[in-house]
């Protein structure tokens, strides 16, 4: 000891350190809060009867609680919740933490104007009705505990949570004064609830707007640290943080040598766990990492890699020490090679043999299941001797799957070759690793599978995978090209779940708005058999329209269970997909070439398009021109096409809107004028898929007229008709299975418009919905499944 204080002073080169820091940290408790505040408001907004029931069972239970232990614990409940701060703040003074405490009084400020403003807000004429019900128990209570709100808040920004024997007694204290205000009948559940999330969010709030004391440790810190490990520090200075954040210095050792020492800070632990998190559940990869890890926990993992990388044989910075710095920090102490980036070098010095010395470095790993996970420009450097060095080993993985090894390989490749082109980057990468590894890496060659850094970088060369996957297919030629998925769910199937729930709402809502047994005693069910038959005569339509559009004959039986089948993937898929991929998998079986059958389904998808623009413009001017009728439809015209006009400008104006409809229409209707005039040269083929897809129409509408009809509605047919196409153009843009909720939606908002009145309106569409959707479920999975087992699907 005594020779580390005869040490010499070092100065640290480095950046003075702000004294106050916004910790993400307390961004993201205070995001989580928030997010665990709105889901207690909507199910308590759910569960209101439940809520009820316990609250009453709690005041019940208290009124067997003897009077004058009642009120004794309502004095001590009271008292102990402002005693406890206070007495933590005292506690604070003394240790000279007065700060803290006036940080806790701030956000108690804070909270008792807030909930203040909160039930204003409530209360007020405009405000929120059932939330203002659910907190105020009718009105006759305050939305939420002023009192409480700033305890908790204040706890919050103190940090009390930290001092486990302070934040025992406060919860405790808390949990009394809630039972008191219970017993009292002086707060709802919901209200508690909310009053406690709502003052910690107040608290995260405030620590992340004022910022927290600065508790890094400084680089003489550092320094101390590395004395500590025998090493004999005599200058430093601070160098560029690595790519998470986490500081670096570099420090000259007595004798001439240095140390590169990577610093890992516990408040920078939970930099960019929104992104680590999203990646987690998007990307389904073989991988133990956790999102989120402790100090001590990352410590670990990048020496053990290190270590793992060095034994392998594989030339990376060696670990020569690692150490906490206190309870705040850790840091990592490499040697330092003096080296260059591949990003840095000159395109003369990046020859082919250095390539190769880049994937036998990779070669090492691969053979002890080792992913590198960054293999990028800036970690794979190069040292004087022209020797190939890989940095960055704390992104890596120890007994790494398949599948992150394969990655590697792709995310090595495609780096490459944004500095040598695709070509040059695959011979070489052949040569050492075989066409056999860079076959397996091929379905990996993907945006998605790749860092963010290179994904960035591929905007500017936008075709170099497809580029990468044709050099390695001429290699070797029976390579599989299809890629792996490694999304656990694509954005499109989560904008899909989202709109099927508000769907299930919609439709719910709407059905408790109907008296089911009402609607059974007065309907007409004379009426509901001919919209049952109008449906059953919709999937004989659906048959010819497939026949009509097919040059090869198809037995009619079969091909109508087709149709069947597709009303039963029409529950997994938008309405305007499903029939799509069904009836084309089905002409595939029957022999039918891949390009004729989407040229087929095409057609039919065109011409079904124009009959439904036709009758809606033809229907709406018959309707129009009824001066009698209580439906606008000239106004219902004019809107349609202003809607149309809109969405068309809409789809031109934005270049990847357009790129991406023009590229759906033109792989789905590339062939379809040459199989349109091979229908219009036979007249049975025509009148077969032409009168399908007329008939197809009309059975629907007729099938919503009936349904109208049977529950006393008085609508004219071409009003039922307009209301109809309307409600189907929109179900089959919505995202939602079978078109669920956009559809019922459309078509009882277009029923009022016509003048049907509400209960009506539900009750018909409801009907007309279990016709045609609902009930064709069960015959349509019988027959997908008999189709599948006869291998027709």
Known sequence: MAEARDEPAVFVVEPLFPQRLRRPSDALRFLATLLALVAVILLSLVAKQTLNGLEQDIQTGTEYVP????????????????????????????????????????????????????????????????????????????ALNALLTSVIAYATAVRINRRPTWRAILWTVVALFLLSLFSGRQITIPSALVTVLFGMAIGYATLYGIGSPNTRPPGNAVLATLRRLSFQPVSARRIEDDHQGSRRYSVGLRGGSTLDVTVLDRDQQVAGLPYRLWRRIWMATETRRRA???????????????????????????????????TEAALLAYEHLETRRLDDLDDAEVTDALLVKVWKQLKLLQRQRLAHRRLTGDSIQVDAGGNVVFGDARSGEIAAGDLLLRIDVAQLLTSTALRVGAERSVNVAASVMGDATLAGALPLLQKIALIRETRGALKKNKQLLTELRD?????????????VRLERFRPRTLITIIASAFAAYVVLSQITQVDLGLVVTTANWWWGALALGASVIS?????????????????????????????????VAPAAVGGIAINTRYLQKRGVPSTLALASVGASQLIGLVFHIGLLLLFAYITGSNTASSFTPSRTLVVVLLIVAVLIVVVLGVPPLRRLVTGRLRSLFSNVLPRLLDVLQSPAKMLEGFGGTLLLTIAFVVCLDACVRAFGGEISFTAVAVVFLTANAIGSAAPTPGGLGAVEVALIAGLRVAGVLDPVATSAVLLYRLLTFWLPVLPGWASFTYLQRKQAL
């Open 471 to 483: 050099r390695i297919v001429e290699r070797k030629p029976q390579a599989e090209a299809e890629e």
């Open 67 to 142: 009077s004058l232990l009642s009120r004794l614990a309502t004095f001590l409940g009271g008292a102990a919740v402002l005693a406890v701060p206070a007495a933590f703040a005292v506690e604070r003074v003394f240790h000279r933490d007065g700060l803290r405490v006036a940080e806790g009084l701030i956000a108690a400020i804070i909270g008792m104007v807030g909930s203040y403003l909160v039930g204003v807000w409530v209360e007020s004429p405009g405000g929120p009705e059932d939330l203002g019900n659910l907190l105020t128990g009718g009105g006759r209570l305050d």
């Open 539 to 571: 999937f004989v339509a659906a048959t010819f329209v497939i026949r009509g559009f097919v040059p090869a004959g198809l037995p009619f039986g079969r091909t109508m269970l087709v149709q069947f089948a597709s009303s039963f993937v029409k529950l």
């Open 292 to 326: 989120i890890r402790s100090l001590r926990a990352e410590l670990e993992r990048e020496a053990l890699m290190a270590y793992a990388a060095s034994a392998a044989g594989v030339s990376t910075p060696r670990l020569l020490a690692t150490s906490e710095i206190g």
